[in-house]
């Protein structure tokens, strides 16, 4: 579904991706994990270009999205939903309103459709009462769950995260970490970045670890956690397990 | 009891004698006129060179139109508007016969767009750079992004600003006499240069400017008590 060939990112002077090369399959739950400043977040917002990669191919259902023009590019963003470590919900409009916003504005449903696609997913956050509230008026837990019902009212055929939960209280990483397991099991294709190590775990279907703007080390979770071969990753699950 | 007589001649030679308080109405009218239309254009105009300028802040793109819109803004704001409101009557309308008010309305309206372009930029700047990306992580592009999600916004954060901008415009065009426009201030001063009495009328023209901009003062800052409520935390 997306492939990745030799991603390399600067920033300036900064050279953040150094040759990422690797290939995330349909139905795949991709766990990034490593330490601050690894680029584990540059990688994963490279991949629906909201960083424009310097060099390297990534391609998304066969097409090379790195040299797309605009109007491609937002055809695949439409495909590709993205969770944010800080939600980003729209304030200045209601929940249902967040929700129905793009499918409305892109002709992608009527506004009754998107309705009745809002009030199912907001069953499924378990959030169905808060429809007619306005963003600030949740808490941050709430926010996540509303965050991830507006990326899915696209039908996306993957879904990004983005740290979604190092923005929130203790007590309310649980209801989002519950929601992702369970869009897990449904087949959604993810990739998550993430500290969360016990969802690393039990979720993913891989896991990566990124040090230093490159892959150290990938695999099945049960073998990546109890066998680890890079030393960098031995480090680095020594100091957060 | 001869000073009251007195105060009550002038009173009378001042406002009621030959009708005269019809220049302070009509003067404040061609005022209200002026000032509304040129809040139009102002507004309008002001909107285009903001979305202009962020846009070119944000993305890089629009560079012609970008450095055309700063030297708009340079110019604007760097020459008084008294001056431009002559410049535009006097030269680039000298050889057409132009209804003055017309070119009163343009010349403030043009004088505002530049203050509200850098009032509304500010606004789309301030707006967190996370609300852009979330909308083209749901296949929004930038226009829709900007129309649906960061000019709402914008707006709201920027209204006050925006209604004082207004206050602002309002009093300025007190000097659209100098194109021989009777506006309140020139209502005023006929009066004065028909009665030889100088303090009646340019109190009375400076109550009314004050009146009004009481009133528009109160509607400001009822508006930001109602934004401050319903912007929930």
Redesign the interface.
Same mark, same amino acid.
């Given at each position: 579904m997306i492939e990745v060939k030799e991603l390399h990112k600067r920033f300036g002077e900064l050279h953040i991706l150094k040759g990422i090369t690797t290939t995330i399959e349909k139905g795949e739950k991709v766990v990034i994990i490593g330490p601050s400043g690894s680029g584990k977040s540059t990688f994963l917002r490279c991949l629906?270009r909201?960083e424009q990669p310097t060099s390297g191919v990534i391609r998304f259902e066969g097409e090379d999205m790195t040299s797309m023009n605009? =109007?491609q590019l %937002? *055809?695949v963003?439409?495909k !590709?939903? !993205?969770v944010?470590q %800080?939600f980003?919900?729209?304030? %200045?409009l209601t929940i249902r309103k967040n929700i129905t916003? *793009?499918p409305v =504005?892109?002709g992608l449903m009527s506004q009754q459709e998107a309705n009745a696609k809002a009030d199912e997913l907001l069953k499924k956050v378990g959030l169905s009462d808060k429809a007619e509230q306005?963003p600030?008026?949740l808490s941050g837990g709430q926010k996540q769950r509303i965050a991830i019902a507006?990326?899915l009212a !696209?039908n996306p055929d993957v879904l990004l995260f983005d740290e979604p939960t190092s923005a929130l209280d203790p007590e309310m990483v649980g209801e989002v970490l519950e929601l992702m397991r369970e869009l897990a099991a449904e087949g959604m294709t993810m990739v998550v970045v993430t500290h969360e190590m016990g969802f690393a775990r039990e979720v993913a279907s891989r896991v990566i670890f990124m040090d230093n703007g490159q892959i150290m080390e990938e695999n099945e979770p049960q073998a990546f956690f109890s066998n680890p071969q890079n030393p960098r990753l031995k480090e680095f699950l020594s100091k957060v397990l | 009891m001869n000073f009251f007589t007195q105060f009550g001649d002038k009173l009378y030679s001042t406002f009621i004698e030959d009708d005269r308080w019809m220049y302070l109405a009509d003067g404040l009218k061609t005022t209200l006129i002026v000032t509304f239309f040129a809040v139009i254009v102002g507004v309008i105009l002001g909107f285009l060179l903001a979305v202009i300028r962020a846009t070119h802040d944000k993305t890089g793109r629009l560079k012609f139109l970008n450095f055309l819109a700063k030297i708009y803004l340079t110019v604007i704001r760097g020459t008084p508007v008294v001056v431009q409101l002559l410049i535009i009557y006097f030269v680039i309308f000298a050889s057409i016969n132009v209804d003055k008010i017309f070119v009163a309305v343009l010349a403030f309206g043009l004088n505002s767009a530049a203050y509200v372009a850098e009032i509304v930029r500010s606004g789309i700047m301030s707006i967190d750079n996370g609300q852009f990306e979330a909308g083209a992580s749901l296949g929004l592009n930038y226009t829709r992004t900007m129309i649906h999600i960061i000019l709402p916004q914008a707006i709201r954060n920027i209204l006050p600003a925006l209604a004082n901008e207004f206050i602002v415009l309002l009093k300025e065009t007190s000097v659209a006499g100098y194109i021989a426009l009777t506006d309140l201030t020139k209502g005023g001063d006929i009066i004065r240069s028909a009665t030889y009495e100088a303090f009646l009328p340019l109190l009375a023209v400076a109550l009314i400017y004050l009146i009004m901009v009481m009133l528009l003062s109160w509607l400001v800052s009822r508006l930001e008590r109602r934004l401050s409520k319903s912007d929930r935390g």
């Open positions: 629906n909201l605009d =109007k %937002h *055809a963003r439409e !590709m939903g !993205m944010f %800080h980003h919900l729209f304030p %200045h916003l *793009a =504005k892109l306005y600030n008026q507006r990326s !696209m | -």
